[in-house]
Structure formats: structure tokens, C-alpha cells
């Protein structure tokens, strides 16, 4: 069965290929064929360091380097200065961390939720104990959402940043962006979104959103590995610390000190991963161009499919609510360990995840250990959804 965009991913054209039903999207998508093409050509033929060389290579490479910044600008409807490459999600919110919450004093708050990856919640903490800040948490609804509602209610004039994910790699869950940038703005907090999990479904419209901060990873949008991107507003940048120092992201060094460039170069120091930044730059502008209501409506029907056959099975528990979730499921099946489930579904073909998922407060909040989770993308078809089903059915034979 193929997927109108079932073209475009090389890795379904691989004979024999490993984990043929690939149902573990959450961790890390497929890549698309132009950026894996636009990752040969900068590998290959544009190989060279870049914001240095006077060469006619090193400046085709900073052409192209640059090219991939405006482009994701561009997807994101910001100014191409604003956009700092990074390894991924994890080093965005560290930048943030490190680099703005510098400034703040104790006193200051920074609200953060039960339902975060601990990319989202670690840095956080850590700043917490440099800067003796106050971290507040909002709890996480039976549905597994955000409880809005309190977190209205937590929000004050000390609080000075509220970090919260854009979608749950959990429960699947939606955040209410709108709803959290208003109780922020009456308070003139700032807004961080990770968007890890968010991205995939179609660039964010960053100025449309109305947040400070935003957050994504190259490996969960079809992109390379190893490349991320921190958005801020330009006068946010304008006022943060670099987290690393070195060669590039300096105006003047001398021995008694150094001055910082302009952003973005002050928060990439060193030389930066080149060719997967070019390979984002190609995946992100490929999946601008996509039918997003499209790519939704499939995930939708697909995700229906699987949470429909589960309901069919009494001793599986999902998590997440019915609706406002993208095709992220978290199950559990009574008697059974998360991974033993994971291993029985590799048996059938069927690549899932089982464990805490980075989220350990989260899995503290509903008393479990693990849950095992299964996870969509455009390429994901009914056959892969059925072999689950059918794994799932072998696994509660073998384990329960
Ligand atoms: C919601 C969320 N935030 C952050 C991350 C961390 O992303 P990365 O490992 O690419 O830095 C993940 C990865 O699973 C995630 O799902």
C-alpha cells in the first residue's frame, strides 16, 4: 500500500528493508528524498568550511548554508536571522536556558509542565539551582493535557517564561497555544514552545502562534540527523548570552576579552554541521509545500484505525484524549512491561518505542513505569496499522 507521499521516502524502496512496518516516528521520522539529495550535494560537491573561505567552494557552501536559514524563515514566516541551528530540540531549550535565563534573579519564575520531555523540564531545573529561580509545574489532566485552567491560575508578575510543549510524545495532546500566549502576555511573560513533536505536521506559523521561543529537531521532520533549530524574536536575541565560546560567533578577541557577534552567529559557535543544515533547510521546504490538511486528515483516519482496534481489545489502556491529538498512542496492556510489548511487535515487522519516553513525571502522574508507543507519519499506511493490531494480539497472547 503506498500514501501520496510514499514517493518521496527512499527508505520504503530499500528490498528487505529492517522494521518494515516503522511505527516509532515519535523518535525519529524517516528522511525525504530532497534533503537526503541536498545532503549528498553539500557533502559532496559544496564540502567546505563556511564564513571564512575565500574560495569559490567555501562561499558556494555558505550560499547554501544561508540559503537554508532563509528557507526555514521563510516556512516559519520569521526573519532569517532569527533562526539559530542547533543539534536539535535538547540544545534549543539549553541555549534558552543558558543564554537568557542568565539574566533572571531569584524571585523570577519559570512554569514549566508534567507533561514535558525532560528536554523541556532538565534545563530548566539546572537553571533553577544556578540562578535560584522558582520552577512551577503545570499538572496534566486525566485526558493527559495540559489542565489550563490551573495553569491560569499559577501565572503571576514573577513569572517570567512559561515552557511548555506544542504537542505531548506522549498522550499526542494539542496545546491551546492561543490560550496560554494571552495569560502570558497579561503578565508580560515570554512564551517557549517545544515543538518537536509539533513541526512535522507542517512548518509553524511562528507569527501566527505568537510565541518568544520556539524549538524543533531536523530528525523528527523528515530531515537529517543532528540539526535543530532555536527560533527567537530578534530583540530577545539581541539581549542573550552565547552558551559556547570559540571561533565564529566572535566580533573582536583579545587577550583581556571578546566581544559577541550579531545573532544568529553568536549562538553558533565553531563550525557548524554544514550539510545537515542544508538537508533541513531541503526538508523543511519540502514539507511547506505539502497538503497539510492532506497530511492531517491521513494521520487522522490512520490514528482512528488504531485507537478504534484498541478500544476492541479490553486489557489495553490508551492514553491521551479522543481529540486534539496528533497520531502519537501511548498504550498499556495489563500485566505486560513495555518493553517485552516492543519486543514482540519487532517480532511482527513493527518498530514502536516502549519505556518512559523522557517523560518520567509524566509516567509518575499516571503510576506507571512505561507505556509502549506507537507513532504515525505521512508514509504510515492501514498495512503497517493492521500488523500492529496483529502484533498487539500475539503480544497479550505471549505476555499476559
Ligand atoms: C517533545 C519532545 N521534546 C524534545 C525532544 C528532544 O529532541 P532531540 O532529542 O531531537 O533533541 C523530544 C524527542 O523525543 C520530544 O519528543
Redesign the pocket.
Known amino acids: 500500500m503506498t500514501t501520496p507521499w510514499s514517493a518521496d521516502f527512499p527508505f520504503l524502496a530499500v528490498p528487505d528493508r529492517l522494521s518494515p512496518h516503522y511505527l516509532d516516528n ?2 525519529t521520522t524517516q528522511i525525504v528524498r530532497p534533503a537526503l539529495d541536498a545532503l549528498v550535494r553539500a557533502e559532496v560537491e559544496l564540502r567546505a568550511n563556511v564564513h571564512r573561505a575565500v574560495h569559490a567552494r567555501g562561499e558556494a557552501a555558505t550560499a547554501a548554508l544561508e540559503a537554508a536559514r532563509s528557507a526555514v524563515a521563510a516556512a516559519f514566516r520569521v526573519q532569517g536571522e532569527e533562526i539559530i541551528f542547533t543539534s ?4 534549543a531549550i539549553n541555549l534558552v536556558a543558558y543564554g537568557w535565563g542568565q539574566r533572571l534573579q531569584p524571585g523570577d519564575r519559570v512554569i514549566v509542565s508534567a507533561l514535558e ?1 525532560h ?2 523540564l532538565v534545563p530548566w531545573q539546572m537553571l533553577a539551582e544556578r540562578r535560584g529561580i522558582e520552577l512551577s509545574v503545570v499538572p496534566v489532566d486525566e485526558d493527559g493535557r495540559l489542565d489550563l485552567a490551573a495553569f491560569e491560575d499559577l501565572i503571576d508578575h514573577q513569572t517570567r517564561l512559561v515552557a511548555l ?1 506544542h504537542a ?2 506522549v498522550t499526542g495532546a494539542v496545546t491551546d497555544v492561543a490560550r496560554v500566549v494571552a495569560a502570558a502576555r497579561a503578565v508580560d511573560a515570554l512564551v517557549l514552545l ?1 515543538g ?2 509539533m513541526a512535522r505536521h507542517g512548518p509553524p506559523d511562528l507569527e501566527a502562534l505568537g510565541v518568544d521561543f520556539y524549538a524543533c ?1 531536523g ?2 521532520l523528515f530531515g537529517p540527523t543532528g540539526i ?1 533549530v532555536l527560533w527567537a524574536r530578534r530583540a530577545v536575541l539581541a539581549d542573550m548570552l552565547p552558551m559556547l565560546g570559540g571561533g565564529s560567533m566572535i566580533r573582536r578577541v583579545t587577550l583581556s576579552g571578546s566581544t559577541w557577534a550579531d545573532p544568529p552567529r553568536r549562538f553558533e559557535a565553531g563550525t557548524p554541521p554544514i550539510a545537515a543544515a542544508i538537508g533541513l533547510g531541503a526538508a523543511i521546504s519540502w514539507l511547506s509545500v505539502q497538503d497539510h490538511s492532506a497530511m492531517a486528515a491521513h494521520e487522522h483516519a490512520l490514528t482512528e484505525r488504531l485507537l478504534e482496534g484498541l478500544r476492541q481489545r479490553q486489557q489495553i489502556r490508551v492514553l491521551g484524549p479522543r481529540r486534539g491529538r496528533i497520531g502519537v498512542v501511548a498504550i498499556t496492556i495489563e500485566g505486560a512491561h513495555p518493553h517485552d510489548i516492543a519486543q514482540v511487535l519487532d517480532q511482527h515487522g513493527v518498530a514502536v518505542r516502549g519505556g518512559h519516553h ?1 517523560c518520567q513525571p509524566l509516567m509518575d502522574r499516571f503510576d506507571l513505569d512505561g507505556t509502549t508507543r506507537l507513532s504515525l507519519a505521512p508514509y504510515t499506511d492501514a498495512a503497517d496499522i493492521d500488523a500492529a493490531l496483529a502484533g498487539i494480539d500475539d503480544a497479550i497472547r505471549q505476555l499476559t
Open positions: 515519535a523518535a536539535g530540540t535538547t540544545h520531555h528536554a523541556n510543549t505531548s510524545n517545544d518537536a513533536q529537531s530528525h523528527k535543530g523522557c
